[in-house]
């Protein structure tokens, strides 16, 4: 009977070390995830909206993210707060102008 009393207590333990390791970690970056670029694409398209970030762009003005920059750059979405981040530069989103486009 002792010995199923101290293993209860070490798995007890070892659930509340776990537990307190987990909740004292530190915080990742917020996951811009999989679906982010679909979500911003979205935004973008139905608001005639590019997001710029510094020399670099995004559009979708066919509702597909579409990157205007050097060839070969691949880095990922952050975001921080309410602020997206690319490769390190806060990006913003921009009104574009609309021409003769039925997407205006």
């Not at 002792?2 to 207590?9: E, H, P």
């Not at 537990?19 to 996951?31: D, E, G, H, I, N």
């Not at 070969?72 to 602020?83: A, K, S």
Request: with cysteine; aromatic share 12%.
């Amino acid at each position: 009977m002792k010995t199923y009393g101290n293993t209860i207590l070490m798995a007890t333990i070892c659930i509340v070390i776990f537990w307190v390791f987990m909740a004292l970690r530190p915080a990742q970056a917020q996951s811009s995830g999989p679906e982010f670029p679909d979500r911003l694409a979205r935004f973008l398209h139905d608001n005639n909206m590019i997001l710029k970030c510094e020399e670099f762009a995004f559009s979708a003005l066919d509702g597909k993210l579409k990157f205007h920059g050097p060839d070969g750059i691949f880095t990922p979405f952050e975001l921080r707060g309410d602020d997206i981040y690319f490769g390190g530069r806060r990006c913003e989103p921009l009104q574009i102008r609309c021409s003769n486009q039925a997407s205006c």
